[in-house]
């Protein structure tokens, strides 16, 4: 066992799990944190490096969550690092809201170059996806004079009060928070593995494309004057939703509806964005050009910032409507231009083609395991949804469970997402290498119904590890 960290593979899995300093930890953890803290498995993380994560026992997984898609350049990278390390000897912290400086303004400009769409653009700096989605609600609100939004049922934004109104996603996010902030209308994303007609659907606006439009053209109609509408917020393709990617016509149609109607096309990059799918925005795939970006997660590496990206014309609040004390701070902001760099040269380039390798290797397994009734992504923002039956596509929510358990204890960090799909946002270092490992584990897990059948009532909704 004294073999050099270097040297070991990954996953190397040393003690049972947790191990005893694990244990330890958790403990004291569990004693202190606030129990709202959702852990899905006992993973007590010491260090990370690329696309490996070593616990403090010193067992070794290999990360398909990348930090719920936010380590993007992977763990520690070293050129992230260094930038860190170079910008907390001149200057931590000044507030941006307040005063000037320079790492700031440089990727406030790189941000606004690179937003889609022609004509200038402004930035507005957070610290966290939630509080991008804030700003958003308010400046749309701000800048149109209207109150109501329209949001998607499946969607997460957020946990704050304006970001957990505008999500769909899980009722325990929103039990026991009313009134949330009202005039708030979800309706539903268009699904093409959940529309009946899915072999039109790629091709053209059917079914589960014309049902969204149906829906909202059905509110203008009777309850919801699109007069009053300040805004249409949308994930790209949705995240916790279960990784739905949606039919190509889908945010065209929705943009042209919300352009003839004077209402804000307001993405949710969140998840999606700074290069995952292949390109810097994920809605850069269907040539729509939003009115306002949210931006966090893997923006930094893992620091914390966010954004927002809006049109000049459009960004229109005066000094002291909105602000944000840590937002926009130095060393995030290193870390961000450090990141698009990385991303720029070669990190989207081996999104799109280990994501479309990882693909291929995912539904290879679909070919072989009945459970896996979907295969669906673009780079690497890929999910796999389990069904108990291909032809009524029943989800499979507890034995998706179990099989993210499973990996857990070989060495492979997974996470779930939407009612029964595998959640695949591995770091955009990841390898071909890595995808094999991965898809070997996955492979392993699903072989094993005895093993699956240990796992299916998981310790992890009371965490007694």
């Known amino acids: 066992m004294n073999i050099p960290k270097s040297t070991l593979p990954t996953p190397w899995i ?3 799990l947790p191990g005893p300093k694990g244990k330890q930890l958790i403990a004291n953890d569990e004693r202190y944190t606030s129990p709202s803290y959702t852990r899905a498995y006992p993973l007590a993380v010491e260090r990370g490096e690329g696309s490996t994560i070593e616990d403090v ?13 936010v380590c993007s350049t992977g763990h520690c990278h070293p050129r992230v690092v260094a930038a860190i390390e170079t910008q907390t000897r001149k200057l931590i912290h000044m507030s941006g809201t307040d005063f000037y400086y320079a790492p700031q303004g440089n990727l406030a400009q790189k941000l606004a170059e690179l937003a889609p769409g022609s004509g200038d653009k402004r930035v507005f700096f957070t610290n966290s996806g939630a509080e991008s989605v804030e700003a958003a609600f308010k400046l749309a609100r701000f800048h149109t004079g209207r109150q109501h939004m329209i949001a998607f049922f499946g969607a997460f934004h957020g946990r704050t009060m304006g970001a957990l109104s505008l999500t769909g996603s899980k009722m325990i996010q929103r039990r026991g928070f009313a009134p949330l902030i009202p005039q708030v209308t979800h309706i539903d994303y268009a699904n093409c593995y959940r529309c009946p007609q899915r072999g039109e659907c790629h091709q053209k606006a059917t079914s589960c494309c014309l049902n969204t439009l149906n829906q909202l053209e059905d509110l203008f109609r009777r309850t919801v004057p699109p007069t009053e509408v300040a805004g249409i917020i949308v994930e790209p393709i949705q995240g916790e939703g279960g990784y739905v990617v949606p039919p190509p016509e889908f945010h065209r ?10 209402i804000l096309y307001i993405v949710d990059e969140v998840q999606s964005g700074m290069g995952r799918t292949g390109k ?7 040539g729509v050009v939003p009115d306002i970006i949210c931006l966090a997660k893997g923006i930094a590496s ?13 960004m229109d609040w005066g000094p002291g409507s909105h602000a944000s004390t840590f937002g926009g701070n130095p060393i995030s902001c290193v870390a961000a231009l450090t990141t698009i760099e990385l991303l720029e040269e070669s990190l989207m380039v081996n999104a799109t ?4 390798y990882l693909q291929q290797r995912l539904r290879e397994l679909m070919s072989r395991h009945a459970i896996i009734g979907d295969v669906r992504g673009l780079g690497l923002m890929v999910g796999a949804e389990l069904v108990k039956d291909r032809e009524t596509k029943e989800p499979a929510a507890s034995i998706r469970d179990a099989v993210v358990q499973a990996c857990f ?3 492979l960090l997974m996470l779930g997402c939407g009612t029964s799909t595998l959640r695949f946002c591995p770091p955009l270092v990841v390898t071909r290498d890595e995808v094999d490992t991965a898809v070997q584990i996955i492979d392993s897990v699903l072989s094993s119904p005895a093993e699956l059948a240990a796992h299916t009532n998981s310790p992890s909704a009371s965490r007694t590890w």
């Open 14 to 16: 040393l003690t049972e």
């Open 57 to 69: 026992d010193g067992n070794r997984f290999l990360d398909f969550t990348s930090g719920i898609a």
């Open 253 to 262: 149609e929705l943009k042209a509806l919300a352009e003839k109607h004077g």
């Open 280 to 286: 810097m925005f994920a809605i850069e795939h269907w």
């Open 302 to 314: 893992g620091l914390p910032l966010g954004a927002i990206i809006a049109r000049a014309d459009l």
């Open 353 to 356: 083609e280990v994501g479309n």
């Open 409 to 411: 204890h070989r060495g």
